[in-house]
């Protein structure tokens, strides 16, 4: 019972005053089918069909006022009050499905949207300890599965009222009877809670095996390429085959638990029915009219309980689902990078004189003894451009994560302008920053839509400008449909170098102060390397120009060159004096490459 009131306490906090509106029309509709059951005692006895006798019976004595009417008008009245309270019954139940599935599918919707505004606002930290899978997998198929819940949470609720209702009429029919048979009815819900505690196991387990399947086919689609390049299509499909086949087993579990209760309930329906008849007849002597309307009363219960048990079983099994969204929606926010501002413009920060590190620690895990980065003193000027290189591993990316607010310094700061970066500045940051990674991201929708992304009202003057610095303009007037050509799952349709060039012009297209490219030219062939490289140099000193290069013919112009390794600063300063150090890890680098191009 308590994952029942456990669920109901989240629609409630969704959908207040509905469900008590809903309750109301379940309680009315109860009241209806109680009226109806009663109005077949005045009907059969008019009918003369059958003598219910009992004359000083209470139940006949509510109807006494129909003695007075003739049999002629007694019996049609009966039937159009029958008709009516039929016809009310229906629409009010009708009433209660819709508000129902509003409640259903509103609940529905309120948890996506919850959870993914409480995702998107979660800080990069939270990313980086989570799988990909595992938050699509929630997103989707467990916040489906919570949809399910809340139906049967309202059908549980629906039978409860309903039922209550009809043991409090046949209670006022037979007091003796009715606690005989609802003593057999808990008894037998005693016996079966074993199947909801098994549709509770059987829950956690639906959880695990679907988290594991999208795992693995979020893994087999990007990784793809590998699978046909390494001919792995067989393992593929084993794994495929062998979680699939223990997903089937636990669905048809699920039915044979679902079915043996039911059998059990509807058995043991029967028995106590017929048991409960001859105990009314040979021990309570009940009346002809007490004994039919218990009979008719118990004989409908019976099934609602059967579905209470199977909504009660059904609502286990989501609970593990449920659990775990709200899990995390709670993560998610106790991870809030920062709160919000609805309704107001958030103005990009300007950079007047420098972005500094003032001794910068961190590290990935807080337990562990490894710093990523260690002592780090850095003054990055504004509108200038500086260059991190370094061996791979030496922290270049951690630090441009933290200059952009990614992550957060175990001990020291990031100040711009002097000011410490913090969650109170962390969106205006964001907001002058333009970010090109090594691995370029694009949507599956046509170029002028990935470019209208970041800036919804560019003219397509705007567009083809920053196509042209890019130097994607030439291969994009070649495509059939120029702008509005597809591109493809992430891009898929164009090579790494145009993907790049792309999404370097989707950078450029917003005009930010800071520009950090990470790896940005390393799919570009030697003459378009040659004009980002001009290009560049144009704007130098209209912006701050943050690059992780590899190739270090990229950053030959940089005002400022640093140098990494295990995480701290090994050299500093211009191209020219780097590389004249003979014995430095920045001349050994630029050798290794020109070697390695000779």
Not at 144 to 169: E, K, M, N
Not at 254 to 263: E, F, V
Request: glycine share 6%; with cysteine; charged share 20%.
């Amino acid at each position: 019972m308590k994952h029942v009131v456990y669920f109901l306490k989240q629609i409630h906090q969704y959908s207040g005053k509905i469900l008590y509106i809903n309750l109301f029309s379940m309680t009315a509709i109860g009241l209806l089918e109680g009226v109806g059951i009663l109005l077949l005692v005045p009907l059969i006895s008019m009918s003369g069909i059958i003598d219910l006798g009992g004359e000083s019976s209470p139940l006949l004595n509510m109807f006494g006022f129909l003695d007075n009417i003739p049999s002629s008008l007694g019996l049609p009245l009966i039937l159009v009050i029958f008709i009516g309270i039929v016809i009310g019954q229906n629409v009010l139940n009708r009433h209660l499905t819709i508000k129902n599935a509003m409640i259903q599918h509103g609940f529905l919707r309120h948890m996506r949207l919850e959870t993914y505004r409480s995702l998107l606002h979660a800080n990069w930290d939270f990313f980086i300890k989570h799988r990909k899978s595992d938050l699509i997998n929630i997103l989707t198929s467990e916040i489906s599965r919570t949809s399910t819940g809340t139906y049967s949470v309202l059908q549980f609720v629906a039978s409860l009222v309903f039922t209550l209702i009809q043991i409090g009429l046949a209670f006022w029919l037979s007091p003796s009877i009715t606690i005989f048979v609802l003593l057999c009815g808990l008894i037998l819900i005693f016996f079966n809670r074993k199947f909801l505690k098994q549709s509770l196991a059987l829950g956690r387990r639906n959880f695990e095996l679907g988290r594991s399947f999208l795992a693995g086919i979020t893994d087999h689609v990007n990784g793809i390429k590998d699978i046909k390049s390494n001919s792995l299509e067989d393992s593929r499909i084993r794994w495929y085959n062998d979680i699939t086949e223990k997903m089937q087993n636990e669905q048809i579990e699920y039915m044979r638990l679902k079915t043996t209760s039911q059998l059990y309930y509807k058995v043991a329906s029967g028995i106590f029915i017929a048991l409960f008849i001859y105990i009314a007849i040979s021990m309570f002597s009940a009346q002809a009219a007490q004994l039919m309307m218990v009979i008719i009363i118990f004989s409908r219960l019976w099934p609602r309980v059967a579905g209470i048990q199977g909504s009660m079983e059904q609502i286990a099994t989501t609970i593990p689902a449920f659990r775990a969204v709200k899990a995390l929606q709670h993560e998610c926010l106790s991870a809030r990078e920062f709160a919000m501002v609805k309704g107001k413009q958030i103005a990009p920060l300007d950079i007047k004189h420098h972005i500094q590190c003032d001794r910068v620690y961190f590290r990935y895990n807080q337990n562990g003894a490894h710093y990523a980065l260690k002592g780090i003193d850095l003054v990055i000027q504004g509108n200038q451009m500086t260059a991190f290189v370094g061996r791979s591993g030496a922290g270049k990316s951690t630090l441009i994560d933290l200059l952009m607010g990614l992550n957060q310094p175990e001990s020291g700061q990031v100040l711009i302008d002097g000011k410490a970066l913090t969650t109170e500045n962390l969106l205006s940051l964001r907001s002058a920053i333009s970010y090109v990674p090594q691995d370029p991201f694009l949507f599956n929708v046509s170029i002028r839509e990935n470019l209208l992304l970041v800036v919804p009202d560019a003219s397509e003057k705007q567009m083809w400008e920053a196509l042209e610095f890019s130097s994607a303009a030439e291969f994009v007037h070649k495509l059939p449909d120029g702008l509005d050509s597809l591109i493809g799952d992430r891009g898929i349709k164009l090579s790494g170098g145009e993907r790049q060039r792309l999404v370097l012009a989707r950078a450029i297209l917003r005009n930010p102060s800071i520009l950090v490219l990470d790896e940005a030219t390393s799919a570009l062939d030697t003459e378009n390397e040659e004009k980002i490289q001009r290009a560049l140099e144009r704007l130098k000193g209209k912006m701050t120009i943050i690059v992780i290069a590899h190739r270090l013919s990229t950053i030959r112009n940089a005002d400022q060159v640093v140098v990494l390794e295990e995480g701290e600063i090994i050299q500093q300063g211009g191209f020219d004096q780097l590389s004249n150090e003979k014995t430095s890890m920045f001349s050994n680098l630029l050798r290794n490459q020109l070697q390695a191009i000779q």
